[in-house]
């Protein structure tokens, strides 16, 4: 069974910093590519980091300079680091694998990151 939590959300001021983790089953997190997704509410969900199981990182130039993506494969989870955040990073945070489709049907709650004064 696949099983994706995400935590660490909160509320934070601009030019704050949060940091989210994932916990995942090792079926996915062994397997594939693991990202960070987010989607606000009336826009598309997007990935803005992502990880190979080697190491390598990619970032969606939004967030890039500001957000690390890292993963502890003993402990089976993914973070992202998030420094400098700005109003709009607020969104509803998830993990998943890179592609996700074919995971699709295992999207968890997400976390909320809501960045405001």
């Known amino acids: 069974q696949v099983q994706l939590v995400e935590s660490g959300g909160g509320l934070v001021q601009p030019g704050g910093s949060l940091r989210l983790s994932c916990a995942a089953s090792g079926s996915i997190f062994s397997l594939n590519a693991m990202g960070w997704y987010r989607q606000a509410p009336g826009k598309q969900r997007e990935l803005v980091a992502r990880i190979t199981s080697g190491g390598r990182t990619n970032y969606a130039d939004s967030v890039k300079g500001r957000f690390t993506i890292s993963r502890d494969n003993a402990k089976n989870t993914v973070y992202l680091q998030m420094n400098s955040l700005k109003p709009e990073d607020t969104a509803v945070y998830y993990c998943?694998?890179?592609?996700?489709?074919?995971?699709?049907?295992?999207w968890g709650q997400g976390t909320q990151v809501t960045v405001s004064s």
């Open positions: 998943n694998a890179d592609p996700s489709v074919r995971y699709r049907d295992y």
